[in-house]
Nanobody
Framework: QMHLVESGGGEVQAGDSLTLSCATSGRTGSFWAMGWFRQAPGKEREFVAGFKRSTGTFYAESVKGRFTIFRDVDANTVFLEMTNLKPEDTAVYYC?????????????????????WGQGTQVTVSS
């Protein structure tokens, strides 16, 4: 399995941009999908963005067009570029890895789809 460490969180103003990083180590080539999730105070953890080896990227509707997930293969790092941030984007952001293959059409959006998790990084967006 992989070890995941997020970084890049901080406090920003509405409309600002921020890029989160998820550094991976261990069996870095073993994942089938990578995902970003977030958890706001008092709310359940929710899916934000994902990358699947066979089909590429997929996003939650709430961030589509504003967030971009991408990876630097050589650096073993997955990024979440966030633009036009809104106060409702305030949350702890987590990256996660899934190792097992599902169907070619399945998009892993559930927390239970992922086996490895980072410790999270806080993003706070003020209005």
């Amino acid at each position: 399995q992989m070890h995941l460490v997020e970084s890049g969180g901080g406090e920003v103003q509405a409309g600002d941009s921020l890029t989160l990083s998820c550094a991976t180590s261990g069996r870095t080539g073993s994942f089938w999908a990578m995902g970003w999730f977030r958890q706001a105070p008092g709310k359940e953890r929710e899916f934000v963005a994902g990358f699947k080896r066979s089909t590429g990227t997929f996003y939650a509707e709430s961030v589509k067009g504003r967030f971009t997930i991408f990876r630097d293969v050589d650096a073993n790092t997955v990024f979440l570029e966030m633009t036009n941030l809104k106060p409702e984007d305030t949350a702890v952001y987590y990256c996660a890895a899934r190792y097992t293959f599902n169907s070619a059409t399945y998009l892993p959006r559930q927390e239970g789809d992922y086996a490895s998790w980072g410790q999270g990084t806080q993003v706070t967006v003020s209005s």
